[in-house]
């Protein structure tokens, strides 16, 4: 009788499918290392008779689940509540590390100098000495409303049409680095090992993202900076983050991405080689599997 395949089964939403293609890369790649592949919406999560399904299925019959972004906004700590009920060995990026460790203030130590609060006089406080500085939505993505100033005057007319556009938010902060003007580098990492890297080089302006018209450029990390990523690495594998975007402008962190990092799509089109099957295979031996 036949080997069964392991299955693996991707939750996918059409925000996530709008930002990259890794909703379509990623399940392929382990299709194509002989996985069974299925991919369902995460809206398709429920308890069923006290029992956590996911669509028809059992959580049980899949070797891996990975989820690809967050999924609706207005579910989505019902959701990680039915999930986190689950054995999250299975969890290509567990539930607590998708909920704790995505965005800008998880490994601080490694940051520029960041405050964050909700408090307008106490960030005024911090910029009222002057230096430049940059103001940004703690739950921002792709380098929207991100602003550069460098006196206290612009500082306080950001810092106000800020709050009125994100009332009563926790706001970022944050020294501006001038080496950002020579690019920020992305590098994805998976089960803890590095996958690949390039930079992203602001055009026109001081944001990198290449949602806002950065430019990608091929690059090699440095051994101080391999040693950097390393080190963040293994921390997420070790915290349960299974794959992941780690952004530097060395020696500085600037964010880390659980939920859905772009970089497959774009180091494909620098000419690197089909990465999408080292993730595999590191996240298959992370898991043992």
Not at 41 to 56: F, Q, T
Not at 135 to 158: C, E, H, I, M, N
Not at 219 to 246: K, Q
Request: glycine letters at 8%; aromatic letters at 8%; proline letters at 5%.
């Amino acid at each position: 009788m036949p080997e069964q395949m392991p299955n693996i089964l991707f939750l996918l939403g059409d925000a996530e499918k709008a930002r990259n293609d890794n909703h379509l890369r990623l399940p392929a790649a382990f299709s194509a290392a002989g996985w069974q592949v299925t991919c369902l919406d995460h809206s398709d999560v429920h308890i069923a008779a006290n029992r956590v399904k996911i669509g028809i299925h059992d959580p049980d019959d899949f070797a891996l689940i990975w989820l690809l972004g967050f999924g609706r906004q207005v579910s989505y700590f019902d959701r990680m509540q039915i999930l986190r009920s689950l054995p999250q060995q299975a969890f290509v990026v567990g539930i607590d590390a998708l909920t704790y460790l995505h965005g800008k203030h998880r490994w601080l130590e490694f940051m520029p100098e960041t405050h964050t609060s909700s408090d307008s006089a106490y960030l005024q406080r911090q910029f009222q000495s002057g230096g430049e500085w940059v103001l940004k939505p703690t739950a921002g993505s792709y380098g929207r409303d991100v602003v550069r100033f460098a006196d206290p005057q612009s500082g306080r007319r950001a810092l106000s049409a800020m709050q009125a556009q994100y009332p009563d938010a926790y706001l970022i902060l944050q020294r501006y680095l001038p080496a950002i003007l020579d690019g920020e580098t992305r590098t994805l990492v998976a089960g803890g090992e590095i996958i690949g890297s390039y930079r992203r080089k602001p055009v026109g302006d001081f944001r990198a993202n290449l949602a806002q018209q950065g430019e990608a450029l091929p690059t090699c990390l440095s051994s101080d900076e391999t040693d950097l990523v390393a080190t963040l690495a293994a921390d997420l594998a070790r915290l349960g983050a299974g794959f992941a975007a780690i952004d530097t402008v060395y020696p500085y962190l600037m964010e880390v991405n659980v939920a859905n990092p772009g970089g497959l799509e774009t180091l494909a089109g620098l000419g690197a080689p089909q990465l999408a099957a080292q993730v595999v295979s590191a996240v298959t031996r992370w898991k043992g599997l």
